[in-house]
């Protein structure tokens, strides 16, 4: 038998360009659904809401069509198959993997990382479990289209991805006056705060500013200096970029 015939010894040509269509189906959707909350600055973007999403339509098909091989064209079991549960292992899977997933996610800070690698690892175990029932196709599909995919959004980034992140730290001797200068200095900046915390030390009469802080371009340390230039209350400040 030729690798042309086994591949369509279980599926059409047309069947598994059905099975390749919903993958990118659910790419648009969950791209549509991660553009929202990427343009909110949240931690799960584009890329994680689309590797999700293809890789739950591809567990589901091959749910609905991954055992098509365990009976003949007449619908006759083949020998060993009567009786088991084929999808008790895959089902395995799919709630194993994840908690593999939630060991990679961990809070730094005010921003949450490896989202995206726990949804990759996810959707490794997806293609594991559609070559395992011999989708071949339509797994090798997903590989290629969601692989540029990631590829494509690294190299053009949308969303939250397109804009530079910034961690400044001030220490002020009086955060009720730098709090109007900041605003003012950030909206010039034409910077957004996705995460602040104020921590004021009263015996020590000084305030702590942690921010983060979004906008197309890196805030660079000359523009941070000259914020401070003339201000007497800065105590001190940081500049770091997010990666």
Request: glycine residues 10%; hydrophobic residues 45%; contains cysteine.
């Amino acid at each position: 038998m030729t690798l042309l015939n086994y591949l369509n010894s279980q599926f059409s040509a047309a069947q598994n360009l059905d099975f390749c269509l919903r993958v990118v189906i659910a790419a648009v959707f969950g791209g549509i659904l991660g553009f929202e909350r990427s343009r909110r600055f949240k931690s799960a973007g584009v890329r994680t809401h689309i590797v999700v999403c293809c890789t739950a339509c591809l567990m589901m098909i091959v749910s609905k069509y991954g055992f098509a091989d365990l009976t003949g064209p007449d619908g006759a079991s083949f020998n060993g198959t009567r009786g088991a549960d084929s999808a008790r292992i895959a089902a395995q899977v799919v709630s194993g993997i994840s908690f593999l997933c939630a060991g990679v996610i961990f809070k730094d800070g005010g921003s949450i990382k490896g989202l995206t690698t726990a949804a990759g690892i996810w959707l490794t175990a997806g293609l594991g479990l559609a070559l395992g029932a011999g989708m071949v196709v339509t797994a090798t599909f997903a590989l290629v289209f969601l692989y540029a995919l990631q590829k494509l959004m690294h190299r053009f980034a949308i969303g939250a991805d397109a804009y530079a992140g910034n961690r400044l730290q001030f220490t002020v001797k009086n955060g009720y006056d730098f709090n109007s200068a900041l605003e003012a200095q950030l909206k010039e900046w034409n910077a957004v705060v996705t995460d602040s915390k104020v921590t004021r030390r009263q015996e020590e009469g000084v305030t702590e500013y942690n921010l983060v802080v979004r906008r197309h371009e890196e805030i660079s340390y000359a523009e941070i200096k000259n914020f401070m230039a003339g201000r007497n209350d800065i105590l001190a400040a940081s500049n770091s970029p997010l990666r």
